[in-house]
């Protein structure tokens, strides 16, 4: 006997009053997407559970992927059966044989959402827990915390059966909070950011910064596969490719080494806050975090900001590097971030950095360059791509790989 369908519990939804459907309809969608590598598997949202029915998909591979998606609180597999006495019997026997282990205690919990049913759930309880003594004699039956909890559900269509409770991720759905453009380097922490502003629902659309011929293909499908990776806890991802070349070689050519850093940072701010205000984000969310380099310390970091009112989220800027890097490896990200690839940040990067640096200097020195010209051909420059899970991500690749 084959799992058919997968029962969801929401998350905190509950908290959300007459937004709850609201919430719902966008985790079924997320749901749909993390799944659509799975093509028969259909997908209903009710407004107390949802129901995933496999149609045949490989409920592993399925509930793997459940596990990751931020909303669900926990689910069950069950089995899909016939609502007839006899093969309810039969079915209970089959799987309590099939799961019980010696000196397991065990509970039948029935439900009856079909009040034209011939039995009503005490009776059904009674019946079906004869049903289990008459295949395992020597079990026995606990009303408090057993080890099996076999609960059966008459609904109008059928009865579902199902034991196992899976813990899922929890966090809220993805989108229910907004959206903010996500910083995405090659590099480990802003991944993390991405993935930690995901579990408190904010859909994300990445934005990164290339400086081709300095930074190569490479370097941009690193950053893809990072975005991939970022696609399992809620749902495709849109990529925005920004080149900063023209921007890169103005400031290297007319500023000071010392803040060519601060200077290209603020472009990349203004140049995210642009994109943001055309596609409706709310926030900026990168991966600064406090820190011994130059771009880490406050004073820095001030500076940087200074060039929008927008909020900015910054999700690891109190953590530990060690902290980062063990969610980092939780979500998959580590390994691809090691990789060494050159970040448009540190092509022309100096030595010394200025790691206090000063807002009017950095404002006279800016007025070499034409602020408004190069964020807005930075902007126009822009290129697009959706980041979807993996099968057809797969087909991205390839078309990189051969791009390449
Ligand atoms: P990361 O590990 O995310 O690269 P980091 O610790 O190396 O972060 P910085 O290099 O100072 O820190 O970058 C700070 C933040 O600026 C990054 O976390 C990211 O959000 C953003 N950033 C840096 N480089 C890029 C880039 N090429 N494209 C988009 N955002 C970037
Ligand atoms: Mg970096």
């Known amino acids: 006997m084959d799992y058919s369908e997968i029962m969801i519990r929401y998350g905190e939804l509950s908290t959300k009053g007459k937004n709850r459907m609201q919430f719902i309809n966008k985790l079924k969608r997320n749901i749909e997407d993390v799944l659509s590598v799975f093509p028969d598997v259909k997908v209903i949202a009710e407004r107390d559970r949802g129901h995933v029915f496999l149609n045949g998909a490989d409920y592993q591979a399925v509930s793997e992927s459940l596990k990751e998606i931020f909303g669900i609180q926990a689910f069950s597999p069950s089995y899909k059966i016939k609502k007839e006495m006899p093969v309810i019997k039969q079915a209970v026997q ?6 019980y282990k010696e000196g397991m205690t065990f509970k039948i919990t029935s439900k009856r959402s079909d009040h034209s049913f011939e039995f009503d759930s005490c009776e059904l309880n009674q019946i079906l827990g004869s049903a289990v003594f008459e295949v395992i004699p020597d079990i026995k039956a606990q009303m408090k915390n057993p080890d099996i909890d076999l609960k059966v559900e008459v609904r109008d269509e059928a ?35 991405g993935y930690l502003a995901l579990k408190r629902g904010v859909s994300i659309e990445v934005v990164h910064f290339a400086s081709p011929p300095y930074t190569s293909p490479g370097s941009l499908r690193k950053a893809h596969e990072l975005a991939r990776k970022l696609v399992k806890f809620g749902g495709n991802i849109q990529f925005i490719e920004v080149s900063l070349t023209e921007i890169q070689e103005e400031i290297k050519n007319k500023t000071p080494e010392a803040y060519l850093m601060t200077i290209t940072r603020r472009f990349m701010m203004r140049i995210t806050d642009a994109i943001r205000e055309k596609r409706r984000g709310l926030v900026i969310i990168n991966g600064e975090s406090l820190g011994q380099v130059a771009s880490q310390t406050l004073e820095s970091m001030q500076v940087i900001n200074a060039v929008t009112s927008t909020p900015i989220i910054r999700p690891v800027v109190t953590m530990d590097k060690l902290e980062i890097i063990q969610l980092a490896e939780k979500i998959d990200t580590f390994d691809i971030s090691i990789q060494p690839f050159e970040d448009c940040c540190t092509i022309f990067a100096p030595d010394r950095p200025k790691t206090n640096p000063k807002e009017h200097k950095v404002e006279v020195y800016e007025k070499r360059l034409d602020i408004e010209g190069l964020v807005a051909r930075a902007v126009e420059s822009l290129s697009i791509i959706e980041i979807t899970s993996k099968a057809k991500e797969d087909n991205l690749t390839q078309m990189i790989d051969n791009f390449l």
């Open 94 to 99: 089959d799987v309590m044989t099939k799961i």
């Open 159 to 193: 009865v579902y059966l199902s034991y196992e409770n899976i813990k899922g991720a929890g966090g809220l759905p993805v989108g229910t909070s907004g959206k903010g453009m996500l910083m995405l380097s090659g590099g480990i922490d802003s991944p993390v950011a």
